[in-house]
């Protein structure tokens, strides 16, 4: 299911930096009508006002506050194009003392938070036309490390995306899944990663993966690599 971003109203969770600021820059600069900047508190959007003006209206969303995302479906109730950016990542060890609770933080945010997402825009999309809905995952979703509750949480992230998608296909909503490896963002420096893409790596490749109606989208230089091994399941299996 193809879709173009250009003359649509949009909304960006997690927009006031990293991947979700480069998306919000990449929606405009395609055309984009309006992006709402979803935010944990409004101040947050200030400096996408500041350049942007009036194409940048700031909205509060808080995933770990499940009334600001009903809140913002009335607010932004004109939307196109949702994009599900926001995310946590602690990855706490299986053997970590605080594994289960440092895990539900992450289920909470991470995978809630899309289900909450998907619950409140469903019908909005559904009275504007069908419009898109998009997820940023992981590659993690598909391989696990050390500090596994990132890599798990992502792992049903996915799992629900792939639900969501066929839910979706019946009031003609496109679903894009995106899996990013590295990207510098505070959170990847904040884990220590330090071989990473620039975020607009994954901005441009939303604009252009829904452009060409894919579901899957592995953006950079690692994701790639990942995209390779994983093709022929995703088209024959997931995809099919």
Do not use: C, W
Not at 16 to 32: T, W
Not at 62 to 68: C, Q, R
């Amino acid at each position: 299911m193809t879709y173009d971003i250009s003359n649509k109203n949009t909304l960006v969770t997690g927009a006031n930096r990293g991947i979700g600021k480069a998306i919000v820059e990449s929606f405009l600069e395609h055309g984009a009508s309006k992006v709402y900047a979803g935010v944990r508190t409004l101040g947050k959007a200030e400096a996408l006002v500041v350049e942007f003006g009036e194409k940048v209206v700031p909205v509060e969303i808080d995933y770990d506050k499940p009334a600001s995302i009903k809140a913002a479906a009335k607010t932004a109730d004109d939307v196109q194009v949702v994009v599900s950016n926001a995310g946590v990542l602690i990855g706490a060890g299986v053997m970590d003392e605080d594994v289960i609770e440092q895990f539900q933080t992450e289920l909470n945010i991470n995978v809630y938070g899309l289900i909450r997402m998907a619950q409140a825009f469903a019908p909005v999309l559904k009275r504007n036309g069908g419009g898109a809905f998009v997820q940023i995952n992981s590659i993690a979703s598909l391989s696990s490390f050390p500090r596994a509750t990132y890599p798990a949480s992502k792992a049903a992230s996915y799992s629900f995306t792939q639900a969501i998608r066929h839910v979706f296909e019946e009031q003609g909503t496109a679903v894009l899944s995106v899996h990013p490896g590295p990207i510098a963002t505070d959170m990847a420096a904040a884990s220590g990663l330090e071989d990473t893409d620039p975020p607009h790596v994954v901005s441009e490749g939303i604009v252009e993966a829904l452009r060409e109606g894919n579901f899957h989208l592995f953006p950079d230089r690692m994701a790639k690599d990942f995209e390779k091994a994983y093709h022929n399941f995703a088209e024959g299996i997931i995809e099919a």
